[in-house]
């Protein structure tokens, strides 16, 4: 069965610090793979997908980049972090055809002191 | 740009009680999902609706997609504490995107 890990689930930085979240899918081969932020209580919001090795699609012109070293891996980074980078950040994967549903890992709560 | 509004954004009610929580767009989708999220998790998928004017039924839960597969609607019938969450919809990609757009989410509270 296919299984999502997201980590940390907790991360407290400074502003001004850098940040790398990763996500690893195990199961599947070439899945599409998403980062979504999401304000308490609120939707989410798209930030990047991958479609591919090396492929990313930017939905939000912001102070994050995402990179897909290997198949099952996604990587969300920042050189600087804001305040307004807090949040809590979703990694998930989805396959073909369109209409197959996501699949969530358990997220990492930011918060930007 | 793709929006999917839902409403009510918040409801608290009885247990035992029904509701309807709507989910709109001016866009068509491919397909339209529903989920439930818990606190400090991600969402999980409740049901896919992929046909326009398409029914289902998960116990007493009932999603339809609208004829146009631009908006669904989510029915609770005698609502359970358990049912208490966040539920969003979301509209899956259309020809040549590969983006889920989430709907703006709708917190239900149950009370006992």
Redesign the interface.
């Known amino acids: 069965s296919q299984t999502i890990h997201q980590w940390p689930a907790t991360l407290v930085q400074p502003v001004g610090s850098p940040l790398s979240l990763e996500c690893t899918v195990e199961g599947t081969s070439n899945p599409n793979l998403y980062w979504y932020r999401q304000a308490a209580g609120r939707g989410l919001q798209l930030l990047f997908y991958s479609v591919g090795i090396g492929q990313i699609s930017s939905e939000v012109p912001q102070n994050l980049s995402a990179s897909r070293p290997q198949d099952r891996q996604f990587i969300l980074s920042s050189k600087k972090l804001l305040l307004s980078d807090s949040g809590f950040y979703l990694c998930a994967w989805g396959a073909f055809p369109a209409s197959s549903p996501l699949h969530f890992g358990n997220g990492t709560r930011l918060t930007v002191t | 740009t793709q929006l ?1 509004e ?1 409403s009510p954004q918040f409801l608290s009610i009885q247990e035992g009680e029904n509701l309807t929580v709507y989910c709109n767009s001016s866009s068509v989708f ?2 339209l ?1 529903w989920y439930r999220q818990e606190p ?6 409740l049901v ?1 609706v ?1 046909t326009g004017g398409e029914v289902k039924k998960l116990k007493r839960l009932t999603f339809q997609f609208g004829d146009a597969r631009k908006d669904s609607s989510l029915h609770i019938t005698a609502a359970q504490p358990g049912d208490t969450g ?1 539920y ?1 919809c ?1 509209g ?3 020809s040549g995107t ?8 709708t ?1 239900l509270k149950v009370l006992a």
């Open positions: 999917l839902q491919s397909s999902q400090g998790e991600g969402p999980v998928l896919t992929v966040l969003l979301a899956g990609p259309t590969y983006k889920y757009i989430f709907g703006t989410g917190r």
